[in-house]
């Protein structure tokens, strides 16, 4: 098969496209310019798609022996991913923005552009196994990936490669190592790779403006200020900067951002247990939407727990009953259902109760 490595010049993108190349493929390697600035977007271990990265990707592919491309989707991404990221947090979301690359850039524009070139597949760094054209997690589950991977549609994922499904990181590394690949010990990305100095409320202040407004309790008497409720997440605790501590001298939590009344409201830990979640616009990774309830298992972070559920389409929603209560869950976020560790489908929080 014709194949395209998307290499972001790390380790895991680098030691996948080796993998790709040694299984017999004819593969080209890709970069994707992501930044309109790139001397800007790497600090230490954070950002990603910097100048740097381009050229460590360049220096892998070299190795390898394939050839390498760079593609400047920076428009795109900056439309589809960080314009969708601001947008949701002005709406009193929280979103997922690797999630939104993955879906709308890595595996729409870029598997799209890909098969008009003529190439079979994709093949990626990501943490995940495919068996027979179902998603699975990886074996390593501390760097599972397939979380963020369960927006793709199955005709995607017939068009994807991910091999590193079998592999734990350490291992991941200490081949890059004996290829002779200088990413090997490169610090992974972390944190949301476009805010390079980790300072999301800043760079949400900057995009939205300063908009100052009330703090209240679950009785909406105002305990304090606020001067921006896009810097808020539900199940947040520090940094609240209250004017009145609870009656009982308990912590107390977001449990909700309202935009249209730019209200934050707080309350205590308990108050954020999530027994029922309604997803809009799902999606059916391991095919078929259930004809019933279905009992899974829903797991909603990218790294959270993992808890029992029972799901069911009410019309074009999903509504999932959860089996033991989850705290801070946040619009906007997705709800990820697995049978074991096969992906079933997934769909974004629009309610809770």
Not at 156 to 177: C, D, H, N, S, W
Not at 224 to 247: C, E, K, N, W
């Amino acid at each position: 098969m014709k194949v395209l490595a998307a290499m972001s010049g790390g380790v895991d993108s680098a030691v996948a496209a080796a993998h790709a190349a040694d299984a017999g493929h004819d593969v080209t390697g890709v970069h994707l310019a992501l930044s309109r600035t790139p001397a800007s977007l790497r600090t230490g271990a954070r950002g990603c798609c910097t100048a740097e990265d381009a050229r460590d990707a360049r220096r892998s592919a070299d190795v390898i022996g394939i050839p390498f491309y760079v593609w400047d989707l920076a428009e795109r991404f900056a439309a589809d991913v960080i314009d969708d990221f601001v947008a949701e947090y002005a709406a009193g979301r929280t979103p997922n923005p690797c999630l939104r690359c993955n879906e709308r850039i890595k595996f729409t524009a870029v598997l799209d552009r890909a098969v008009a070139l003529g190439f079979d597949a994709v093949a990626t760094g990501h943490h995940a196994r495919l068996d027979g054209g179902v998603l699975r997690r990886s074996v390593d589950l501390a760097k599972d990936q397939s979380y963020v991977l369960a927006v793709l549609t199955a005709a995607q994922l017939a068009r994807a490669i991910f091999p590193l499904g079998g592999m734990t990181k350490t291992q991941v590394r200490a081949e890059a190592a004996a290829r002779g690949l200088a990413v090997a010990d490169k610090p992974d990305s972390h944190d949301v790779c476009f805010i390079a100095d980790g300072d999301t409320a800043g760079f949400l202040r900057d995009r939205i403006g300063a908009a100052e407004g009330a703090v209240v309790d679950g009785d909406g008497a105002e305990v304090g200020r606020h001067s921006g409720a896009f810097a808020y997440t539900v199940g947040q605790r520090r940094g609240l900067a209250l004017a009145r501590p609870a009656p009982d001298g308990r912590p107390r939590y977001v449990l909700d951002i309202s935009p249209v009344t730019n209200t934050v409201t707080v309350g205590p830990a308990e108050a954020l247990d999530v027994h029922r979640v309604v997803g809009i616009r799902p999606v059916w990774t391991g095919g078929a939407a259930p004809a019933g309830p279905s009992a899974g298992l829903a797991q909603l972070r990218a790294h959270g727990d993992v808890v029992p559920c029972t799901a069911e389409m009410a019309g074009e929603r999903l509504e999932v009953r959860l089996h033991e209560p989850v705290r801070g869950v946040a619009r906007g976020q997705a709800i990820v259902l697995y049978d074991d560790d096969r992906v079933v489908g997934s769909a974004t929080v629009d309610a809770t109760g």
